[in-house]
T-cell receptor, first 115, second 110 residues
Framework: DAGVTQSPTHLIKTRGQQVTLRCSPK?????VSWYQQALGQGPQFIFQ???????QRGNFPDRFSGHQFPNYSSELNVNALLLGDSALYLC??????????????FGPGTRLTVL | QKEVEQNSGPLSVPEGAIASLNCTYS??????FFWYRQYSGKSPELIMF????GDKEDGRFTAQLNKASQYVSLLIRDSQPSDSATYLC??????????FGKGTRLHILP
């Protein structure tokens, strides 16, 4: 049973560029959440996708956008990259049961460096 | 007041002793609570989740939840050097958005 996978593992971009990160959820899961984790901090919630729609969003600007495909995989897009976007980007998948008890499992993350 | 608060540590515990990690949260309507372990440079790994008041045990780990005090803790018995990591407390608010604390760094002394 494959767990959550993410690609690429590492990425280096320059300011102003755009980046796309990809995530495949754990088998049987239908919900994908994205987090940004800066060094020494806990993961910060970016947004969550369920049934191909953004269901929840954290305090991130519109430069951060996403998509979920019919096979439940997801992409995170970041436009106009800033130095402060350098972080570990984590994807977590879960099975939505609508009771506030969904358990999320994380992928290995994508380390983004913006120069 | 931060939504999920943890002492950043480091918390140093002798090998074989009990490590006690604490977390408080602000939203009284929070429904589920999680502990993740994160090794340096790696992604968070789920250790335990708890939904109801009281204790929940899984091997060397015990999660404790007190909703009245808005407090959740993790006990690690017979601490091992491999337990040295950052422990993240996460709270699922009623709207299914999971909020993480900054984590507590645990160092098990051989």
């Amino acid at each position: 049973d494959a767990g959550v996978t993410q690609s690429p593992t590492h990425l280096i971009k320059t300011r102003g560029q755009q980046v796309t990160l990809r995530c495949s959820p754990k088998s049987g899961h239908d919900t994908v959440s994205w987090y940004q984790q800066a060094l020494g901090q806990g993961p910060q919630f970016i947004f969550q996708y369920y049934e191909e729609e953004e269901r929840q969003r954290g305090n991130f600007p519109d430069r951060f956008s996403g998509h979920q495909f019919p096979n439940y995989s997801s992409e995170l897009n970041v436009n106009a990259l800033l130095l402060g976007d350098s972080a570990l980007y984590l994807c977590a998948s879960s099975l939505s049961v609508g009771l506030g008890t969904d358990t999320q499992y994380f992928g290995p993350g994508t380390r983004l460096t913006v120069l | 007041q931060k939504e999920v608060e943890q002492n950043s540590g480091p918390l140093s515990v002798p090998e074989g002793a009990i490590a006690s990690l604490n977390c408080t949260y602000s939203d009284r309507g929070s429904q589920s609570f999680f502990w993740y372990r994160q090794y340096s440079g790696k992604s968070p790994e789920l250790i335990m989740f708890i939904y109801s008041n009281g204790d929940k045990e899984d091997g060397r780990f015990t999660a404790q939840l007190n909703k009245a005090s808005q407090y959740v803790s993790l006990l690690i018995r017979d601490s091992q050097p491999s337990d040295s990591a950052t422990y993240l407390c996460a709270v699922n608010r009623r709207n299914d958005k999971i909020i993480f604390g900054k984590g507590t760094r645990l160092h098990i002394l051989p």
